[in-house]
């Protein structure tokens, strides 16, 4: 014999249906207060005694971390190389953070498109061992790096950007990146974590003004 609710009792009864639209992920449930009438081997007559819809959102998180990060050396710079993360999040990756760290210390740094999956640091010291750390960027900030193996660049022991690192500013901002259209991001060298966002009419990933340094420039659109 199945056994069947008392009557009078007031139970509930829960049901998920399809995800919200515009929620991203999102969970909705219904649940359903039932009053138990007449209860017994023929059914279970109920009264509906009201619906109650309620919806979580279940937020967006930064990206897991890029992977399998790889550095090969050149003079006075290093080709870094990616793989996407795992995971961005739940929200659509929209660029890339490579910075140069000797030893401990961040030192030269670039952002790039989200399509990007590798990038030429220049402006790096010879002789000086690097390693390079890849950072996914989404609407919900920043991943974990995903680092890569020591590399040590050929070429002078000083460029005009070790130069100006060595002199330990604020914030510097080399214009190499090239983050893409409608993101503008500038991360800053110093190693003090100053990222920016450049405003205004700019193209980013130009060639640059200095001879002896091949990295981009960031003019504005008139003058590009």
Do not use: C
Not at 158 to 174: C, F, H, K
């Amino acid at each position: 014999m199945k056994s069947v609710p008392p009557e009078g009792k007031i139970f509930s009864i829960v049901s998920t249906p399809e995800a919200g639209k515009g929620l991203v992920p999102a969970e909705t449930s219904r649940h359903r207060s039932l009053l138990v009438r007449g209860a017994g081997l023929a059914g279970i007559a109920v009264i509906v005694l009201g619906v109650i819809l309620t919806t979580r959102t279940v937020l967006a998180a930064p990206p897991t971390a890029p992977q399998n990060v790889a550095a090969s050396s050149g003079v006075n710079q290093a080709t870094v190389s990616w793989q996407a993360p795992s995971s961005n999040g739940g929200s659509a990756i929209t660029a890339y953070k490579v910075v140069a760290f000797a030893g401990t210390v961040a030192r030269n740094a670039t952002y790039v498109s989200a399509s990007a999956t590798t990038l030429t640091m220049s402006g790096l010291a010879g002789s000086t061992s690097y390693t390079f750390s890849v950072y996914a960027v989404n609407a919900s900030g920043t991943s974990p790096p995903g680092t890569s193996a020591s590399v040590a660049p050929t070429g002078t022991a000083s460029t005009y950007a070790s130069t100006v690192i060595g002199d330990g500013p604020s914030l510097y901002y080399r214009f190499d990146d090239s983050a893409g259209v409608g993101s503008n991001l500038g991360a800053d060298s110093s190693g003090n974590g100053r990222d920016g966002t450049y405003s205004g009419s700019l193209q980013q990933g130009k060639s640059g003004a200095l001879a002896n340094d091949p990295s981009m420039s960031t003019p504005p659109t008139p003058y590009s």
